[in-house]
């Protein structure tokens, strides 16, 4: 059984940078095939980034490009997304999320399995 805790959100003002963490029990190797979403209020879970299958390719969402990046450290089992000039409409509870298996679709909500309890950022103007 996967468990997927995140951590690292807050309140930040537009332009700054903020760090999140997703550490993932029951995984031996962390970022094969994991990623980010996110979930503004009334708004659809928006896919941000996530690994390939293999670990060696990452990919970003069309609104973060640019802006935010995936990584991951093996040894401790965590998955960072780095944030860089956050704007108010990153606004949201941002997720990691695990396929458990090999999916094709990366950037669909519903090629995941096990999904965490999600952290909250703001963006302030």
């Known amino acids: 059984q996967v468990q997927l805790t995140e951590s690292g959100g807050g309140l930040v003002q537009a332009g700054g940078s903020l760090r999140l963490s997703c550490a993932a029990s029951?995984?031996?190797?962390?970022?094969?095939?994991m990623g980010w979403f996110r979930q503004a209020p009334g708004k659809e879970r928006e896919f941000v980034a996530a690994?390939?299958?293999?670990?060696?390719?990452?990919y970003l969402g069309d609104s973060v490009k640019g802006r935010f990046s995936i990584s991951r450290v093996n040894a401790k089992n965590i998955m960072y997304l780095q944030m860089n000039s956050v704007k108010p409409e990153d606004t949201a509870v941002y997720y990691c999320?695990?396929?458990?298996?090999?999916?094709?679709?990366?950037?669909?909500?519903?090629?995941?399995?096990?999904w965490g309890q999600g952290t909250q950022v703001t963006v302030s103007s």
């Open positions: 999320a695990d396929p458990s298996v090999f999916k094709v679709d990366v950037t669909s909500s519903g090629s995941y399995k096990y």
């Open positions: 029951g995984r031996t190797f962390i970022g094969q095939g």
């Open positions: 690994f390939s299958w293999s670990g060696g390719t990452t």
